[in-house]
Structure formats: structure tokens, C-alpha cells
């Protein structure tokens, strides 16, 4: 019995997982909240697949692998020269120990450092570069020094920005 990634029709990671624990055969779809901006609405968290279009299964390849490629809603199991390629214990052991209580990998984010350079990437000020300068509110909320023809202090949401590619 290995792990293999399968891939799966894009948007039904869910239906294809539960095709195939009804053979039954051990499966693992790592889900994560993550928020959701839209133009009319204010933002909102949803549950995605970590990997979108992909999960995994946990099966004999002789034994099953006809069975799963032939599921309902998978559309391959990754690998190449018509071979499935197994993926290390590790690899499932690792993504299993972060989820959390609510049944969700919780992804930990790399903290900025005093003096990176960012890029504000939501609200008004989109598009605007900076530097970090330091975190409030158990780090929800960020300090950056923006860049204009003066420097000026900005408060910001941290899911506001990412590192510049000039850093």
C-alpha cells in the first residue's frame, strides 16, 4: 500500500475523493480557509483544497489501479511512462500533523522582516511599494514605510502585502 497524488476534474476534488473511499480506499483531501475578496461583498473565508484539482489515495497499484483511474471525477494518477509515481509516508505524515482541530491544514506564514521590501496588494493603496517596518495586533496588522516623495508610516492588514520581487 503507497500514497499517490491524483488528479482530479477541476472543482470536484470532494466527489472524486468520495468515489474512491466507496471502493473503499483510503484518501486524503487537505483542505485550508482561505479568503475570498469580491468586487460587491465584503471578504469572506471558504474551504478550498490546498492543492486545487489534486488529493491523495492510498492503495495497492496492482491491485486498484484500474479502479481508481476509472473513478468517476479523477482524471489521472500522477506519474509518467504509464506508471504511478508513490509519494513518501512523509510527505502524508507532514500534512497530516498540521491540520488543525477544525479539520483544516493551518499554513504558517512566513513573517516579514524589519527592512523587506513589500508590495501592497489589496485596498487603496494597492499597488504601492514599501518596507516593512514592524507588526500590531498579534501581527494581523503591519507598519510599512511607503515610499513617496516623502516617507509616510501606513498601517495595513498583514493579507494586504507580499514580499517585493526586488527584495
Known amino acids: 500500500m503507497q ?3 491524483i488528479q482530479a476534474r477541476p472543482g470536484a476534488e470532494a466527489a472524486a475523493e ?14 485550508v480557509r482561505r479568503r475570498v475578496h469580491h468586487a460587491t461583498r465584503t471578504p469572506r473565508m471558504v474551504l478550498r483544497p490546498l492543492f486545487p484539482g489534486y488529493f491523495f489515495a492510498r492503495f495497492c497499484a496492482t491491485v486498484s489501479l484500474r479502479a481508481v483511474k476509472y473513478s468517476r471525477g479523477v482524471l489521472c494518477v500522477v506519474g509518467g511512462s504509464g506508471q504511478p509515481w508513490p509519494l513518501d509516508d512523509s510527505i502524508i505524515a507532514d500534512i497530516r500533523e498540521r491540520i488543525g482541530p477544525e479539520g483544516c491544514v493551518e499554513l504558517r506564514e512566513r513573517p516579514f522582516c524589519v527592512g523587506d521590501r513589500v508590495c501592497v496588494t489589496a485596498g487603496p493603496l494597492a499597488g504601492w511599494s514599501g518596507v516593512f517596518d514592524s507588526e500590531l495586533n498579534a501581527a494581523e496588522r503591519v507598519v510599512i514605510l511607503i515610499e513617496t516623495l516623502q516617507q509616510g508610516r501606513v498601517v ?3 493579507d494586504c502585502l507580499e514580499l517585493s520581487e526586488a527584495a
Do not use: G, M
Open 156 to 158: 495595513l492588514r498583514r
Open 3 to 5: 500514497w499517490f497524488a
Open 18 to 31: 468520495s468515489n474512491l473511499r466507496a471502493l473503499p480506499i483510503e484518501t486524503l483531501l487537505p483542505l
